[in-house]
């Protein structure tokens, strides 16, 4: 029994012993590298709004003047219109008499 004892007694040793033997100190190198650095992104603007001008006056060309040589007159001028004018008024005249001749033959006269 006393080997038993001793036995026991050695064991208990040897396990008391492992514990402080498991105390250690442990030395390590490392290599870490720095976190990522944030900036903040930039802010977006939106374009300026679109003025619009008018826009610029139409470029007109008018007809180029012409020169008149000669005699034309303003009393020729207005024998002229007159004489067209009597001619359209002669060929209206002249229309509505065969309208009025073709209503009669048919009988529709003016009543």
Known sequence: MTKKIGL????????AISTVASAHVDVGIGLVA??????????????PPMVYAPPPPPVVYGPQPALVYGDDDWRQREWREHRE???RQWRH????????????RDGRGDD
Do not use: F, N
């Not at 720095?34 to 374009?47: I, S």
């Open 8 to 15: 026991a007694m050695l064991a208990l040793a040897v396990g």
């Open 34 to 47: 720095p976190a990522p650095l944030y900036y903040p992104a930039q802010p977006v603007y939106p374009p």
């Open 85 to 87: 004018w009597r001619k």
């Open 93 to 104: 005249h002249e229309e509505r008499a065969r309208e009025h001749a073709w209503h009669e």
